[in-house]
């Protein structure tokens, strides 16, 4: 990058640039950093293509984002292929695998969903003990790193009877869950399918993804359970399963508060956040129940469907429960 202070001309033609940019991303025809496939084996390359604008140029980057924000490797790049390994050999040399965003930049102006790198590490098994969940825990040496996962980030959007729900999901705290939930997203799943299970008492939950409407329907597979430790709060998406914990399969519910589900931390899988909607998280959990919290005139979840993520940083922030409305 060019560490010369600006000019007012150079200032000018940033500014340019920053707004055909943002034009570009409001007509769609936004750059993008795209995998060229999902899986990429330990030390091999890691090929990916950058695509801009046309009539856009200017100083391009990615940058290797934590998860909590934190840079961790920045490098220049140009249009066309890219090979992530070449840029940055960290991937492979890390002591400590972590998940990672990259994220590209034009002249330091984020642009385009990042794409979320996920180490393919042997996972921690989840077993009961008692009646609590309990998760192995893996020694170092017996731990094997076998290559990176890599998808763009993406939003999920709830289009339900009572109004739309936007989630952000969490790729960091449970790669799989969110793997297993994009699939059946993109897949149609989730197509006119009840609310089923709503709880408003206590501020708990409204479970949905069975296309019987019974509470007893999947997708007709499992998954084991992952160790996600996002806390359990309102809006945000969390796995549902029977006593086993690794029957982990479509349905899926979401919270209504902190206080009525921190009870769930660690024993379910928490994968994502709402972002938008709240006011359709406190109509589901108005709706009137009958017996078994089954609702009397059930909600709709018509569809889900996954929207590119924002740039990294550049989103809304979680939702947390609106105040009690004074009358």
């Keep these: 990058m060019n560490n010369t202070p600006h000019t007012p001309a150079s200032v000018f033609v940033r500014t340019l640039i920053s707004l055909t940019l943002l034009t570009c991303l409001a007509t769609g025809a936004h750059a993008q950093l795209t995998p060229d496939r999902e899986y990429y084996g330990i030390n091999r390359t890691i090929p990916m293509t950058i695509e801009m604008p046309a009539g856009v140029a200017g100083d391009v980057q990615i940058t290797l984002y934590q998860p ?3 840079v961790a490797a920045t490098a220049a790049a140009t249009e066309g292929a890219v ?5 940055f050999p960290v991937l492979w040399t ?5 998940t990672v965003y990259a994220q590209l930049l034009v002249d330091d102006e984020p642009i385009g969903s990042p794409v979320v790198l996920i180490p393919m590490v042997s996972p921690n098994l989840a077993y009961l003990s008692g009646r609590a969940v309990v998760f192995t825990k893996r020694q170092p040496q017996s731990t094997v790193y076998a290559g990176i996962r890599a998808w763009s980030d993406r939003h999920v959007l709830f289009s339900t009877t009572l109004g739309d729900i936007e989630f952000r999901l969490r790729p960091d705290k449970a790669p799989n869950t969110v793997a297993n939930f994009i699939d059946l997203v993109e897949g149609g799943y ?11 008492k206590n501020q708990f939950m409204a479970q949905v993804g069975d296309p019987t409407g019974t509470g007893s329907g999947g997708p007709g597979r499992f998954i084991d359970l992952e160790e996600s430790d996002l806390p359990h709060d309102f ?5 549902a399963r029977t006593g086993d914990p690794n029957t982990n399969g479509g349905q899926v519910f979401v919270c209504f508060s902190r206080e009525g589900t921190k009870f769930l931390d660690t024993q379910y899988c928490s994968f994502g956040q709402a972002v938008s ?6 109509a589901l959990e108005a709706v009137e129940v009958g017996a078994q919290d089954r609702p009397i005139n059930p909600p709709v979840l018509k569809s889900a469907t996954t929207i590119p993520a924002p740039p990294f940083g550049t989103g809304p922030e979680a939702l947390t429960r609106p105040e009690p409305t004074e009358r």
């Design 68 to 70: 909590d924000g934190i």
């Design 83 to 87: 090979d992530l390994n070449g840029l």
């Design 94 to 98: 890390a002591t400590t695998p972590m």
């Design 190 to 200: 989730y197509t006119d399918i009840i609310f089923h299970r709503i709880i408003g």
């Design 235 to 239: 809006g945000v998406l969390s796995m």
């Design 277 to 282: 909607g709240a006011d359709t998280i406190l």
